[in-house]
């Protein structure tokens, strides 16, 4: 394995603080951040094979799982049962286990880059994903969503 492996930045879109209060508490920023960082890249949902996503609280990573379009809105919940986002499911989240699991010094969104560039470039050692066939994953999503849930940050990912 090539140490260093081209990882390409597709897109980025930050979305910055829009406004001081969450209005709708079933909509994140993500819905604008991820639908503009998902047409920039050129990519669909449907195409990525990782997600790393801030989980500050459970209840983010299903909210902003709908925003990015993984599942209809109201319908997180039924997507993550029959462990679809387990290192073996069909959409793994947040492969170091998630701020609880991995760490959460204030800077998770950092350690989400991290991660998915590892996975990517085939360094995530015993956690590392892999197709059935072997390959190396092609394409992640980072998102992360901040502040007083008013501000997100998403980025596709691609091995060149």
């Known amino acids: 394995m090539d140490k ?5 930045l597709l897109t980025v879109k930050p979305m910055g603080e829009i406004e001081s209060e969450w209005p709708d508490f079933t909509v994140s920023p993500a819905a604008v951040s ?12 449907s195409e990525i094979d990782f997600a790393e996503i801030y989980d500050a609280f459970t209840y983010m990573t299903l909210v902003t ?23 073996t499911g069909d959409l793994p989240v947040n492969t170091d286990g998630g701020g609880l ?10 350690f989400l880059l991290v991660e998915a560039v ?16 072997g390959d190396l994953p092609r394409l992640s999503v980072v998102s992360g969503t901040g502040g007083w849930f008013c501000s997100s940050g998403t980025v596709v990912l691609g091995r060149a």
């Not at 991820?34 to 669909?44: D, K, N, P, Y």
């Not at 760490?103 to 969104?109: A, D, E, I, K, W």
């Not at 996975?119 to 066939?133: F, M, T, V």
């Open 34 to 45: 991820g639908r503009l960082a998902f047409e920039r890249a050129g990519v669909r949902p």
């Open 65 to 87: 799982l709908e925003d990015l379009g993984f599942c209809a809105k109201g319908e997180g919940g039924a997507f993550v049962e029959k462990n679809r986002l387990t290192l």
């Open 4 to 8: 260093h492996a081209c990882i390409s």
């Open 101 to 110: 699991s991995a760490q959460h010094p204030g800077m998770r969104g950092l």
């Open 118 to 133: 590892r996975q990517l470039r085939g360094e995530a050692g015993e956690r590392q994903l892999r197709s059935p066939g």
